[in-house]
């Protein structure tokens, strides 16, 4: 198959319409009409034989040939990008829209007192920041890279490890002198413990405790079950109940007082945050100035703060 311009802007018209969700967000973003996309997209499905997207009046999705097609080509496209914006004299430029995959934990507690500075930074960059439980597939969605806490999945995406955070166990001293101090992590089993729902089982997230090679697992129980991060924080401010919350969300209430860190000499339950991107040579600008910003916000937010030494 020879290889020639009206292809290649076909395939730029594939990618807008992946990354707009739509043939008329494609269309507003290539200065085309949603006839012309619709046509595009046409000649693109009759040049290789298949069909790429499943249509109705309500949904456009990609058929899995589509997806394919899609996650092998957004590559080289951005690529292209790249190699024209270094060929203009302006290889650091970040500018075009940035969509990042996120889970609501980073999304909230991490990223978004930051977002402003960022936005600044970049004034030629219009960011979509989607906060959701699953990852799902970063390529065939249009997602330009993911931050997210937990190990990340086997696949074709290039992980950058950016930090650890420690998972503590904290109440608010009113919660405290009302219950009591819990001296040691048994002793939870006693105490209104905040439940948080994990995406992918349904259950409760279990409460483990880790000191050196010592894994103690504690069977927690509570009347509430959240799923927020934002929500968690503010129940265990309102004094509700104890909560296992990652450190880098909650630096500045350990240091303020609002939160009591209840076992500190249990410091070594830790929690990876991870880059996602697009296998790739080198990153877009856009997406090596991002994952510059969430290093900034990690620093910003005391991310891997030691447990301070009880007086």
Not at 77 to 83: R, S
Not at 94 to 123: K, Q
Not at 264 to 292: G, M, N, Q, T
Request: hydrophobic fraction near 45%; glycine fraction near 8%.
């Amino acid at each position: 198959m020879a290889l020639d311009g009206r292809l290649l802007s076909n395939v730029g018209v594939l990618a807008a319409v992946v990354e707009g969700g739509s043939f008329a967000s494609a269309a507003n973003a290539l200065g085309l009409t949603p006839s012309g996309v619709s046509r595009a997209i046409a000649r693109l499905e009759a040049r290789i034989g298949v069909r790429l997207f499943d249509r109705t009046t309500r949904s456009l999705n990609l058929t899995d040939e589509g997806r394919l097609l899609y996650a092998n080509v957004n590559p080289l496209v951005l690529g292209i990008e790249d190699a024209v914006t270094i060929a203009a004299g302006s290889s650091g430029a970040v500018r075009g829209r940035l969509r990042v995959n996120t889970d609501a934990f980073t999304s909230r507690l991490l990223l978004a007192p930051h977002i402003p500075r960022f936005l600044e930074l970049y004034p030629e960059l219009s960011l979509e920041l989607v906060a959701r439980d699953q990852l799902g597939d970063l390529v065939a969605e249009g997602f330009d890279i993911a931050v997210r806490f937990g190990e990340p999945p086997s696949s074709s995406l290039v992980a950058r490890k950016l930090m650890d955070t420690r998972i503590v166990t904290v109440a608010t001293p009113g919660y405290l002198k009302r219950h009591g101090r819990p001296a040691k992590p048994a002793d939870l089993v006693d105490h209104a413990c905040l439940q948080v729902r994990n995406p992918v089982t349904g259950q409760p997230f279990a409460w483990e405790f880790q000191r050196g090679r010592k894994l103690v697992k504690v069977p927690t129980t509570g009347r509430l079950l959240l799923t927020d991060a934002g929500t968690i924080l503010a129940t265990a401010l309102a004094g509700v109940g104890v909560a296992q919350i990652k450190a880098v969300g909650i630096q500045a209430q350990l240091d303020s007082g609002e939160f009591v860190d209840l076992f500190p000499d249990w410091p070594d339950e830790r929690f990876p945050l991870y880059a996602l991107y697009p296998s790739r040579h080198l990153p877009a600008a856009k997406v090596r100035a991002f994952i510059d910003f969430v290093m900034a916000a990690i620093t910003a937010n005391a991310a891997d703060a030691k447990p301070k030494t009880r007086r």
